[in-house]
T-cell receptor
Framework: DAKTTQPNSMESNEEEPVHLPCNHSTISGTDYIHWYRQLPSQGPEYVIHGLTSNVNNRMASLAIAEDRKSSTLILHRATLRDAAVYYCIRTPYSGAGSYQLTFGKGTKLSVIP | DTAVSQTPKYLVTQMGNDKSIKCEQNLGHDTMYWYKQDSKKFLKIMFSYNNKELIINETVPNRFSPKSPDKAHLNLHINSLELGDSAVYFC????????????FGDGTRLSIL
């Protein structure tokens, strides 16, 4: 049980921004939100993660709702290489040590040239 | 340089055989994982090792045995292979801190004839 809900698929035009939504209405106060993506025939790739505040890195931005029940992954300019399955995953605070990622079905993003 | 490398990339073998998949990471991480992605594309955690100690062991048949000779390696040995073992197996690693990103290899595609 991934405990997050994402659309099965989305489309975007190349060079336009993409907003990938994720619902996690039963999130607890210490759960993190992680985003990973999986390109065809490759392993999952870390994109971004956050707890409460919005986060930015070189790949994307993560906007977390004030009540933390939803979040949005933002790709500022979609490229063909961004076509992948995007997974929104909530993980309980792990402390030091290992933690498991529970992957759901994700959102398959298609980028149109 | 590949951060997390798995060998072999493809493995085709007969039912009943014993096989091993090797994983090495050069990131200096203390924690390593094995995930399985089945034909429906669901990714599930199998094992996690932290400093060579088994931490997570999901419901996996005891035909699967992970071995960690040192922190940089986590190998997966499978006895008496069955048709249902056909899948893509991913190795991953992360730092030994709370909710650090996991870095995945490109996977080993196992096909049982």
């Amino acid at each position: 049980d991934a405990k997050t809900t994402q659309p099965n698929s989305m489309e975007s035009n190349e060079e336009e921004p993409v907003h990938l939504p994720c619902n996690h209405s039963t999130i607890s106060g210490t759960d993190y939100i992680h985003w990973y993506r999986q390109l065809p025939s490759q392993g999952p790739e870390y994109v971004i993660h956050g707890l409460t505040s919005n986060v930015n890195n070189r790949m994307a931005s993560l906007a977390i709702a004030e009540d933390r029940k939803s979040s949005t992954l933002i790709l500022h300019r979609a490229t063909l290489r961004d076509a992948a399955v995007y997974y929104c995953i909530r993980t309980p605070y792990s402390g030091a040590g290992s933690y498991q990622l529970t992957f759901g079905k994700g959102t398959k993003l298609s980028v149109i040239p | 340089d590949t951060a997390v490398s798995q060998t072999p990339k493809y493995l085709v073998t007969q039912m009943g055989n014993d096989k091993s998949i090797k994983c090495e990471q050069n990131l200096g991480h203390d924690t390593m994982y094995w995930y399985k992605q089945d034909s429906k594309k669901f990714l599930k955690i199998m094992f996690s090792y932290n400093n060579k100690e088994l931490i997570i062991n999901e419901t996996v048949p005891n035909r699967f045995s992970p071995k960690s000779p040192d922190k940089a390696h986590l190998n997966l040995h499978i006895n008496s292979l069955e048709l249902g073992d056909s899948a893509v197996y991913f190795c991953a690693s992360s730092r030994n801190r709370a909710n650090q990103p996991q870095h995945f290899g490109d996977g080993t595609r196992l096909s049982i004839l």
